[in-house]
């Protein structure tokens, strides 16, 4: 073999385990960010009194988390436990900020009479 083909086999080979690592990073960066948020959101939730549901803006989960509104959205909308909901203007009756909050998952019933 050439040296030239040589070459070309070994870049193959580093491109493909740079894409594999590059790929793995990506998906540990995303569920490390999600987890980040739901457990912020579950200690706000459980620490909230009053009339606080333990909802937050994503203004103010920007500040606290120190994520880019797009990576709160994110990873939001990747989450099963995060609702989203909107807060409406009392004056116009829009809606003008979106409230993150965290909602515990139910385990499913089984319907009677199934094992």
């Keep these: 073999m050439t040296f030239l083909a040589i070459a070309a086999n070994i870049a193959a080979i580093l491109t493909a385990v740079f894409a594999a690592w590059a790929g793995i990073y990506v998906v540990i960066d995303l569920r490390k960010k999600r987890r980040k948020l739901e457990d912020y959101l579950q200690q706000v939730r459980s620490s909230a009194t009053g009339d606080d549901k333990g909802q937050r803006t994503i203004l103010h989960l920007t500040a606290r988390l120190g994520l880019t509104e797009a990576e709160i959205l994110h990873a939001s909308f990747r989450s099963k436990r995060i609702i989203r909901t909107l807060a409406a203007n ?26």
């Design 90 to 115: 009392k004056e116009t009756g829009r809606a003008d900020a979106m409230l993150l909050g965290y909602e515990k998952i139910q385990p499913k019933q089984m319907p009677d009479g199934d094992p």
